[in-house]
């Protein structure tokens, strides 16, 4: 048996071509999908990353670090769980839900110290401008939970051709996050979308019907809901 090459970090320049990211196949096993570093998270870099799978994910004072893993976690619209506890909530707790009316502060609070993440945050403020960026041009959305005219949950992520990139969610009352991410399933049809990509397992996210797809099977469908010419000056389309 022949052995696989030994695999190596790929870095990237900043203000470089934004399409020089190495191929997906190329990623370390261990830590499992890091693909490349450095580089720089202008909008142009960004929108060739989500269409070849890849996303940034780091914390402070680390480079930029590019993932692809293997497998890559989905949920397909037509398999998400609405318990019917959910379905009760949504329909008693007095949530309302609404898109793009607080793209700030729903990554804002997502930006937000957790104990989950260990009293830190993988959202940096370099993060947060480049998503806000993302958004004025129309390619970053946001689901967003209110109650009483109080945001208390939603979601955000980057919408390219039929697939939704979601990023990262918060709920600051019992099932809030959960409202938001049935919210954005709920108007899937409506908006075009037939993938939503997790990135990465949780047990939240797999109890909600997401599953590990391999990531060969994951670039092709992107291949097929993405049209070659979105993010490289088409406008997007509307949300």
Same mark, same amino acid.
């Given at each position: !048996?022949?052995?696989?090459?030994?695999?190596?970090?790929?870095?990237?320049?900043? #203000?470089?071509?934004?399409?020089?990211?190495?191929?997906? =196949?190329?990623?370390?096993?261990?830590?499992? /999908?890091?693909?490349?570093?450095?580089?720089?998270?202008?909008? #142009?870099?960004?929108?060739?990353?989500?269409?070849? /799978?890849?996303?940034?994910?780091?914390?402070?004072?680390?480079?930029?670090?590019?993932?692809?893993?293997?497998?890559?976690?989905?949920?397909?619209?037509?398999?998400?769980?609405?318990?019917?506890?959910?379905?009760?909530?949504?329909?008693?707790?007095?949530?309302?839900?609404?898109?793009?009316?607080?793209?700030? &502060?729903?990554?804002? &609070?997502?930006? &937000?110290?957790?104990?989950?993440?260990?009293?830190?945050?993988?959202?940096?403020?370099? !993060?947060?401008?480049?998503?806000?960026?993302?958004?004025?041009?129309?390619?970053?959305?946001?689901? =967003?939970?209110?109650?009483?005219?109080?945001?208390?949950?939603?979601?955000?992520?980057?919408?390219? *051709?039929?697939?939704?990139?979601?990023?990262? !969610?918060?709920?600051?009352?019992?099932?809030?996050?959960?409202?938001?991410?049935? /919210?954005?399933?709920?108007?899937?049809?409506?908006? *075009?979308?037939?993938?939503?990509?997790?990135? !990465?397992?949780?047990?939240?996210?797999?109890?909600?019907?997401?599953?590990?797809?391999?990531?060969?099977?994951?670039?092709?469908?992107?291949?097929?809901?993405?049209?070659?010419?979105?993010?490289?000056?088409?406008?997007?389309?509307?949300?």
């Amino acid at each position: !048996m022949t052995p696989r090459p030994r695999r190596t970090l790929v870095w990237l320049e900043p #203000e470089g071509d934004p399409q020089a990211f190495p191929a997906a =196949e190329c990623a370390l096993d261990e830590p499992s /999908g890091l693909l490349a570093a450095g580089g720089d998270l202008r909008p #142009e870099r960004l929108l060739a990353a989500y269409r070849r /799978g890849i996303f940034p994910w780091y914390s402070p004072g680390q480079p930029i670090l590019w993932w692809c893993p293997d497998p890559r976690e989905v949920l397909l619209p037509t398999e998400f769980r609405r318990s019917r506890s959910l379905v009760k909530r949504e329909r008693n707790a007095g949530f309302e839900v609404r898109e793009n009316t607080a793209f700030a &502060a729903v990554i804002a &609070a997502c930006a &937000a110290p957790r104990e989950l993440d260990g009293g830190g945050t993988w959202i940096t403020v370099e !993060m947060r401008d480049a998503y806000l960026e993302l958004h004025r041009r129309g390619y970053a959305h946001s689901i =967003e939970t209110w109650r009483y005219d109080e945001l208390v949950g939603g979601l955000y992520g980057v919408k390219l *051709g039929r697939v939704f990139f979601g990023e990262s !969610m918060f709920s600051r009352e019992s099932d809030a996050s959960k409202v938001a991410l049935s /919210g954005l399933v709920r108007r899937a049809t409506a908006h *075009g979308i037939e993938l939503i990509d997790c990135q !990465m397992p949780t047990r939240h996210l797999g109890s909600l019907g997401s599953r590990p797809l391999p990531r060969s099977e994951f670039l092709a469908l992107l291949a097929r809901l993405i049209d070659s010419r979105e993010g490289f000056g088409q406008n997007p389309r509307s949300f």
